[in-house]
């Protein structure tokens, strides 16, 4: 333990400090005025320390006292995270709520986790006293809700010999559950949760590839441009191309264990639907309440922006803990670019030399840093666990040149670019297949080779290269009109058309096309290139493109996706058979016209 | 309340008073400022430093000299006197009347920058307000608790709309009517004059508190008159349970003064000279609105954010836009057609519409007939675009039909008089006259059921 020093402010300017604290260090906590608020040192100049304050500044006086905290920003892990929602630097927010009322006071000290509450703590199985204990290794778990089971690990930097581990019973949070005497022979008491540094990487056994893909049910992400779990996506976005909803669509349906959602500079009316709108869901995957396996961390867009920069951080760590326990887990930050434009704002008031829009020059390799410790890992007790990283980005104007969007797209695997113009015609989810790109198509095909159907890939890169078509297509028509066609073209654009409404627009509204499993995946896919393949036989044989167009079992192909939910495939699949049926008699009809002709 | 007065001033430019040698000035804080005529001036500590206090001052600093400004340091926050009396009163940005009665003396006095309500205590809004306007209840619904700005530009009938949702705003079947607060910043006499008049022609004069900062008024005053302003919109709505309506116009103008003392200061500019915080400090504003669990009040706001050169990616609305919850945007072009209101639907967009509209709050078919309308409008002007390029005659039926299909949308749809107060369900019944000129297998984001119910192929003349 650390004394705690003390101090006193000499300059106030907004969020930023300059205090004078001998021995501060960089990254300490700070304990501020007698507002009592908390900040952290972010540089030292000459004898004097920089400080951010994570709470508003208003009303402190320079000369008032600052205390020295001896460690750096850290984050309380253990039971009681999950269902909650947290502030920036992990305060619990209904806890707040509960005992300030509607708004959020400063200076406020109180734990993140409750320290009240007994868990049910059952011990390892073959754990005994005088064993030997590895870092990061299993002393038990915890129940935490009905879907998951918290285990409680050896904090990554304790390792020795186990002096004793308590039996099954209900313990708080504060309890003694095991002591172990580490090679100094210094004793340590583990209890159900412990502390980490914010900014500093947890540590696992090894990296290693990600080899499944994390399923959205979304079609436009799942089936085009696959994301794999332990693998970093970034959504960019213009205001109201639908960031938030693709992000919340991910949260909602993802087969992850853990979903981390972090609103960082974001409405607060976001944070609230989730709330209220999670636990009334039903995870597709468990058949368990949504809420169960969330947390949130929220810093909307009117809370200190320091502690937005503090925030990805914390569900950073956050995710990396529950990775260590062996879970996939999906971390979504929305948005990175309220990130960076907190780092902006810092650097601005230290007079750091802007480089591109007023950034920093470290801009690229903060924003790197975080993005690296997404992934897919063994953990220090062997098993794997992934944090899987979405970042939403929104540039300024929609213009994906600038700096944070450029800089992400270096780092990332996936990219889900999202257009204002299809959501202006309210094509949501609004992915643009140009623009958007998958580096792991490789390793999601041998999932969906494996698990769905083997013709996957191939109708996936015939989807894709209609759509290409369908722009090339267009532009003619845009400049000679549609009659420069011929037939075998406007059926292009006609199959291209379904492929869009059939198969890439999803309703988040629509109860059964919300979610949309791999296989129902695959059978809308199959469904539209089928029709578009048979389709291409009639025309050859002389059927009139406008006949086929209009043909009114089309309409029905095109609602399809809402007609029948994920578990209703047999109906999907009968009318699939439908479809083929009433092309099957078109085409004899037409077939036995050309023959008469010949 | 400290009586000392100071004289030591060291510095006035663009709005800012450098003051030194005063110690322990708290950050935030209140200033007093007496020049050499004698005028008082008003002031706020934005920079506390042990030997220098950087103070912006409301009034401006123009006729300001060295030697004979006195400053007095308040020792409180600005704040703003509340009480039931300030409905039916006009106040200047900082809060003193300013319309020759006295100032309110029998209330609280509240900090104006506000806390940030805190995420877990809030209520999600889902209570769908009535505006009589069919682009709006129709395609992109305004709710209680909502920040829906409409995006304009010069010479365009923001102010009309504004006021026209001013008079009609109400819940279905509710009698209550909402309490008004305007925050005018930076506008012409004329304007705030026509608010004046529109509140006082519909009789609701006694309901709305009015906040003006003239052309001519000093910019920096612009900087307190939104949190001055939504600290009496959150008294009436938080304390007094009323359901208030917010009007600012124009936020451009207010981002303006904000990168004026940002500039005279010497922070780094980020985008087109305005400050990297632009984004917090109206996400600060914006973000006063909502509703609260437990609470009967709600606070909605209709800002009018000007687009200078009609450029939506300019930074005041490219931001405005990340933080409210849609936008209402309006387009010349339709102006100059003669179309009012001129809402471009397509850019427009309402965030909180989803949960506000349906069954139990509009009509069932009302989301389904929304989204059909965009993808036919969406249609509709991808055949506009064509016809403009091989002309109208070479166009397809199909095609000929969406073009007919865009210009009864402009013009009924999207056109209504500036007193016709449409109900939702006019508004839904002539969605589905126009949706009637399809044949049923072209509308597929409508249900079967909605097309059994409301459609009514061979009734209307194609």
Same mark, same amino acid.
């Given at each position: ?340 434009? !907190?780092?902006? $704002?810092? @650097? =601005? &008031? ?5 480089? /591109?829009? #007023?950034?920093?020059?470290?801009? *690229?390799?903060?924003?790197? !840093?975080?993005? $690296?410790? @997404? =992934? &897919? ?5 062997? /098993?794997? #666990?992934?944090?899987?990283?979405? *970042? ?17 797209? /270096? ?188 | ?462």
């Amino acid at each position: 333990m650390t004394e705690s020093r003390s101090g006193y402010i000499r300059e106030i300017n907004g969020p930023i400090l300059r205090i004078h604290l001998p021995g501060g260090r960089n990254g300490e906590q700070v304990r501020i005025g007698s507002l009592d608020i908390v900040g952290e040192i972010i540089a030292l100049e000459g004898g004097d320390a920089i400080v951010q304050a994570y709470e508003s500044t208003d009303g402190l006086r320079p000369g008032e006292a600052v205390h020295g905290l001896g460690h750096p920003l850290t984050v309380e892990l253990g039971p009681g995270l999950l269902q909650g929602i947290f502030d920036g630097v992990q305060r619990p927010l209904q806890e707040i709520a509960s005992i300030a009322g509607d708004n959020i006071p400063r200076g406020l000290r109180i734990h993140s986790l409750d320290r009240e509450r007994a868990w049910a703590f059952v011990p390892a199985d073959g754990l005994e006293p005088g064993k030997h204990i590895a870092a990061g290794a299993r002393l038990g778990t915890v129940q935490e809700t009905e879907t998951i089971e918290h285990r409680i690990l050896v904090p990554p930097t304790i390792s020795g010999e186990l002096i004793d581990l308590a039996p099954a019973g209900d313990y708080t949070l504060d309890s003694t559950i095991a002591r172990v005497r580490d090679a100094q022979g210094s004793v340590h008491k583990m209890t159900l949760y412990h502390r980490w540094p914010v900014r500093q990487a947890r540590p696992y056994g090894r990296r290693d590839h990600g080899v499944e893909p994390l399923i959205t049910g979304q079609r436009i992400l799942d089936t085009f441009f696959p994301l794999l779990k332990g693998g970093k996506g970034a959504v960019p976005g213009p205001f109201g191309a639908g960031k938030t909803m693709v992000q919340q669509q991910v949260a909602r349906w993802s087969n992850a264990d853990i979903v981390i959602y972090v609103g960082c500079g974001e409405r607060g009316n976001e944070l609230v639907d989730v709330l209220e709108s999670f636990p009334q869901l039903q995870d597709p995957h468990t058949g368990r309440g949504m809420m169960e396996r969330t947390l949130l961390i929220a810093n909307t867009s009117n809370m200190p922006v320091v502690a937005r920069e503090a925030s990805i951080y914390v569900g950073m760590t956050i995710a990396e803990y529950f990775r260590d326990q062996g879970y996939d887990v999906v971390m979504l930050a929305d948005s990175t670019s309220r990130w960076a434009e !907190a780092l902006r $704002e810092v @650097a =601005g &008031r230290l007079g750091h030399m802007p480089v /591109e829009e #007023g950034y920093p020059a470290y801009l *690229g390799s903060r924003l790197a !840093a975080v993005y $690296e410790r @997404a =992934g &897919r890992v063994q953990t220090l007790e062997g /098993e794997r #666990g992934s944090v899987t990283l979405i *970042g939403a980005v929104s540039p300024p104007g929609g213009d994906f040149s600038e700096p944070v969007t450029s800089h992400t797209k /270096e780092i990332i695997q996936t990219f889900w670019a999202l257009s204002k113009e299809l959501a202006d015609a309210r094509h949501y989810p609004s992915v643009d297949w140009v623009d958007s790109f998958s580096q792991d198509v490789g390793i999601a095909a041998g999932w969906w080779a494996k698990e769905i159907s083997g013709a996957w890939n191939g109708r996936r890169a015939q989807a894709l290269s209609l759509l290409a078509r369908d722009a090339e297509l267009s532009r003619i028509v845009n400049l000679v009109g549609p009659e420069a066609l011929s037939s075998a073209q406007r059926w292009e654009l006609e199959g291209a058309a379904l492929v869009k409404e059939a198969v890439l627009q999803q309703s988040a509204l629509d109860e059964a096309d919300t979610y949309c499993s791999p296989h129902k995946q695959f059978q809308l896919l199959e469904l539209v290139m089928q029709v578009f393949d048979q389709g291409k036989e009639l025309i050859a044989l002389g059927a009139p493109v406008q006949e086929l167009a209009e043909h009114p079992i089309l309409a029905r192909v095109r609602r399809a996706k809402s007609t029948w939910r994920s578990d209703e495939g047999e109906q999907l699949a009968a009318f699939a058979s439908e479809v083929y049926k009433a092309f099957s008699a078109l085409r004899s009809e037409y077939a036995s016209g050309q023959e008469a002709l010949s | 309340m400290s009586e000392v007065e100071y004289r030591r001033a060291k510095a006035a430019q663009g709005g800012l008073l450098i003051v030194e040698g005063v110690e322990g000035i708290a950050f935030g804080d209140r200033v007093r400022i007496r020049d050499h005529r004698g005028r008082k001036r008003n002031g706020q500590v934005i920079r506390a430093a042990e030997q220098e206090t950087l103070i912006q001052v409301f009034e401006g600093t123009d006729d300001i000299d060295m030697d004979n400004t006195w400053v007095r340091f308040l020792d409180q926050p600005l704040t703003l006197t509340v009480s039931p009396g300030l409905l039916g009163r006009v106040f200047n940005g900082i809060g003193d009347p300013r319309d020759g009665r006295p100032p309110i003396v029998d209330g609280e006095a509240r900090g104006i920058s506000g806390s940030a309500i805190n995420p877990a205590a809030r209520n999600y809004p889902r209570e769908f307000i009535q505006t009589g306007i069919s682009t709006i209840d129709g395609l992109n619904s305004l709710v209680r608790g909502q920040k829906l700005p409409i995006f304009s530009a010069s010479g365009l009938p923001h102010n009309r709309l504004a006021a026209q949702i001013v008079r009609q705003a109400r819940l279905p079947g509710e009698a209550t009517n909402f309490a008004i607060v305007f925050a005018a910043m930076g506008v012409s006499y004329s304007d705030a004059r026509f608010f004046r008049e529109s509140f006082s022609d519909s009789g609701v004069l006694g309901n709305v508190v009015m906040f003006i900062n003239h052309a001519d008024d000093p910019p920096v005053e612009r900087l307190a008159l939104p949190r001055v302003a939504l600290t009496a919109a959150e008294y009436l709505a938080f304390d007094l349970d009323r359901h208030v309506l917010v009007v600012m116009t124009d936020m451009t103008h207010y981002a303006e003064a904000l990168r004026e003392v940002a500039t005279a200061k010497g922070d780094v500019p980020a985008r087109k000279g305005y400050p990297g915080y632009l984004y917090s400090d109206l996400a600060e504003i914006y973000e006063r609105s909502g509703r609260i669990r437990d609470r009967h009040g709600s606070v909605t706001m209709v800002p009018v954010v000007s687009m200078p050169s009609d450029d939506i990616t300019h930074p005041i609305p490219d931001l405005t836009g990340y933080i409210t919850e849609g936008q209402i945007v309006l387009s010349r072009e339709l102006n100059n057609q003669g179309v009012y209101p001129p809402v471009d639907i397509a850019p427009s967009l309402s965030r909180l519409m989803k949960d506000g509209i349906g069954k139990d709050d509009t009509r069932d078919d009302h989301p389904r007939v929304a989204n059909q309308l965009y993808a036919l409008y969406a249609k509709a002007q991808e055949a506009r675009n064509l016809a403009s390029i091989i002309g109208a005659e070479e166009l397809s039926a199909r095609d000929q039909r969406y073009l007919e299909f865009a210009r009864d949308f402009d013009q009924r749809f999207v056109g209504q008089g500036e007193d016709e107060n449409r109900s939702i369900i006019e508004t839904l019944n002539l969605a589905w006259e126009l949706l009637s000129r399809f044949p049923r297998d072209a509308l597929t984001r409508v249900s079967e059921t909605d097309l059994a119910h409301y459609h009514r192929a061979g009734e209307t003349p194609a």
